[in-house]
């Protein structure tokens, strides 16, 4: 198998070997092409947007490590808490977060997020960012090969003199 290549999930439960063409994101499984029809047929997912699986293989190992469901209690994340930064599930809810106030459904956050400005102003540093790191580094590599071109220059001016000195000496040497 080349790198970067995965096998459905589905398929794989039933031991048969394809490879992935999209990943959902809200069920985190990988489908092939028979497998996706399935899933967008589904009355429980077929609003459930995927992403080309290379799409999502692209992304930081960070952002691919977010899930969707708790760990201590295996649901899905339903609230956030504002409080503690953290999404939590409703038995979350009840245990850990029963003090805190402010709890928003998990949905209403993402909305928000999708049609707030925050994103575009995050793009926006990250291209700032993007375009700052390829101006250093195209100036770090233009001074590396200055670097190289004062080194060369350098010898070249060194092993003039040495051939002038050994010059000037052999004429001493003659002379006496």
């Known amino acids: 198998m080349a790198t970067g290549e995965k096998m459905c999930d589905i398929c794989q439960i039933r031991d048969v070997t394809v490879f992935t063409n999209d990943w959902c994101p809200e069920c985190e499984q ?6 996706k029809l399935y899933h967008s047929a589904s009355k429980l997912s077929k609003t459930h947007e995927t992403v080309p699986y290379e799409c999502f293989d692209k992304l ?4 691919k490590e977010i899930k969707n469901d708790c760990p201590d209690h295996d649901t899905r994340f339903e609230y956030y808490c504002s409080q ?12 850990t977060h029963s003090e805190c106030r402010h709890l928003t459904a998990m949905h209403k956050v993402v909305e928000h ?3 707030s400005n925050a994103l575009l ?5 990250l291209s700032n960012l993007l375009n700052n790191l390829s101006f250093l580094m195209k100036g770090r590599f233009d001074n590396i090969s200055l670097l190289a071109e004062e080194k060369e220059k350098c010898l070249k001016e060194i092993t003039d003199t040495k051939r002038n000195v050994i010059a000037h000496l052999d004429q001493l040497e003659t002379k006496r």
């Open 121 to 125: 102003d995050f793009e926006r540093t």
């Open 60 to 63: 930081p190992a960070v952002v």
């Open 84 to 95: 503690h930064e953290l999404p939590c599930c409703v038995e979350c809810t009840k245990t």
């Open 30 to 35: 990988s489908f092939c092409e028979p497998c």
């Open 113 to 115: 997020f999708k049609t």
